[in-house]
């Protein structure tokens, strides 16, 4: 469930931000970092998903048009 962990990144991030300020800055740029690559990495794998299937597809309704 990696929307659930996103949710999970943002409400520390947010935590820490109310309650540490300035003292966790270092890590709160770590953190939202991180939660950066995993969303770009989430969008990749989305895009290829949808590639692959909209190839798939593509071939079989191109078969389906040429048996007809």
Do not use: C, P
């Given at each position: 469930?990696v929307?659930?962990?996103?949710?999970?990144?943002?409400?520390?991030?947010?935590?820490?931000?109310t309650?540490?300020?300035s003292?966790?800055?270092?890590?709160?740029?770590?953190l939202?970092?991180?939660?950066?690559?995993?969303?770009?990495?989430?969008?990749?794998a989305?895009?290829?998903?949808?590639?692959?299937?909209?190839?798939?597809?593509?071939?079989h309704?191109?078969?389906?048009?040429?048996?007809s």
């Open positions: 469930m929307g659930g962990h996103v949710l999970d990144w943002q409400a520390l991030i947010i935590a820490a931000r309650a540490g300020g003292a966790y800055q270092k890590a709160i740029e770590e939202d970092i991180e939660l950066t690559k995993v969303v770009e990495d989430f969008d990749r989305v895009n290829v998903e949808a590639l692959r299937r909209t190839k798939e597809t593509g071939e309704a191109l078969s389906q048009s040429l048996e």
